[in-house]
């Protein structure tokens, strides 16, 4: 797995493509011809989820790599999903499901998607570990988790992928989860690299007032003002070097050395060609990188994830 992350460290999330509330007015057709794009540039890791329209995007993957075999094979792809399920006993049947839709006979990696809020979450990460030894499953993820319960989980079951949020407006992890895994060679993902779109231009001005974008932690009272500050130092960043915003928040990332796989999301083809080009040009310079490191300095928040999810 880990060569197939060296090689294609952009992951192309799905969440967009389950016609689902969050992301509205999204077109079947532009999500394919987005997969299809990534695929057909380099990109090698697909990240999706059960809950992206209830199984919506997993179909849609799964439909569009099975017309693409002759192409593609499917060994060459690293398939990452994500299970909803508090019960064990339900575990290998949401599994089963999730192959089904992605007409795959293994997934890659398996996550839990969100951990309980309350309750023993070990149960179910040794039943994907017992998936695991069956062969159905490649590796087992974690998402969302706070690093004490990882530092638990691990020392059971082996993990050996982390997927949080990471960008320039959420850097909550730095400080703790991501050391922690790197010292224990878990391999880091980081998701919603372009703060949901707000790091790639998208004016948080111009959302519609049922956006559910307008509830991320972001527009906080006590975030609100750094997150305007963000986007514009990436705004002049990106115009002093003629690059997209969406260029600079990505670089910015790579830059510090400390995610080994992005997964963005993407709508339209252009989209996906914008942040695979952009993570192709060169670095920022230290200057560059250094600025947007001072001006992105975590200030306090209520919450311990960008959704304001209560684990
Ligand atoms: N584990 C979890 O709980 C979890 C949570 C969230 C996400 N994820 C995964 O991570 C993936 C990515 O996260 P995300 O979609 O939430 O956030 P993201 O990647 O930060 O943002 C996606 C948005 O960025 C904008 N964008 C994309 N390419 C652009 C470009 N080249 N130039 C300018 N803007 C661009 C678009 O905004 P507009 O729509 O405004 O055009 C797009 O909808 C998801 O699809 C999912 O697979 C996992």
Partial sequence: MRELI??????????????????????????VQTLKTALRSG???????????????????????????????????LLATKIHSFDPHALERRVLESMRRLQSPYLDIVYLHWPHTTGDILPLYQELFRLKESGII????????????????????????????????????????????????????????????????TDPETLGQKDPRRDLVFFDPEQRHRTAEVTA???????????SMAEVALQWIAGTGMIDSIIFGARTPGQCTGVLDGLAHPPLSPQ?????????????????NIFHHIW
């Fill in 6 to 31: 060296h090689s294609s460290p952009a992951a192309l999330g799905s969440w967009a493509f389950g016609d689902c509330a969050y992301w509205p007015d999204q077109q079947h057709e532009s999500s």
């Fill in 43 to 77: 990109v090698r890791h697909l990240d999706t989820a059960w809950a992206y329209g209830n199984g919506r995007a997993e179909q849609l993957i799964g439909q569009q790599l099975h017309r693409l075999r002759g192409e593609i094979p499917r060994e060459n792809i």
């Fill in 138 to 201: 490649g590796h087992i993820g974690a998402s969302n988790v706070p690093v004490e319960s990882l530092k638990k989980i691990s020392s059971e079951v082996p993990i050996s992928i982390c997927q949080f949020s990471f960008s320039l407006l959420w850097r909550a992890e730095e400080q703790q989860l991501i050391p922690w895994c790197r010292s224990r060679g878990i391999i880091t993902a980081g998701y919603s690299p372009l703060g949901q779109g707000l790091l790639g231009g």
């Fill in 233 to 243: 130092a990436v705004r002049l960043v990106a115009r002093q070097s003629d690059r």
């Fill in 288 to 304: 560059q990188q250094q600025y947007l490191t001072e001006v992105s300095h975590p200030i306090p928040s209520s919450w311990d």
